[in-house]
């Protein structure tokens, strides 16, 4: 399997437990991997065939700074969770940042590792 990748996606969103929180927007930063089988978009050259990374990231930076959650997890599986409405995609790894929520460390966050469930027609 084929890993397609985005590195250090920078969203601006309201997250957090704190009431100051949800009163601001902070950075969240994310890294995913996903795998995907790439040869038929190699073989004709068409983007069509790919998973078109800039889309997803579209996709991706609309949800985060459209939803409002206190909680890290609860972003990294929303996200997991888009990704893999896709069912080209086999798995999918987030890991989600979010840079000064603790002052001593440069980033605090979660990475999740989430597979496709096959549906009843794939598994039967």
Avoid: C
């Amino acid at each position: 399997m084929d890993k397609v990748f985005i590195r250090g996606l920078e969203v601006l969103s309201t997250i957090g437990v704190y009431d100051w929180e949800k009163e601001i927007r902070q950075k969240l930063v994310f890294d995913l991997e996903m795998g995907f089988d790439n040869r038929p978009a190699a073989a004709t050259d068409d983007i069509a065939l790919a998973l078109d990374y800039a889309t997803l990231s579209e996709r991706i930076i609309q949800h985060a700074t459209t939803q409002v959650v206190e909680l890290v997890e609860t972003m990294a599986e929303q996200v997991a969770t888009l990704v893999l409405a896709d069912a080209r995609v086999q798995w999918v790894r987030v890991t989600l940042t979010k840079p000064g929520a603790v002052s001593q460390a440069s980033g605090v966050g979660v990475e999740i590792l989430r597979h496709r469930t096959p549906s009843v027609s794939e598994a039967s």
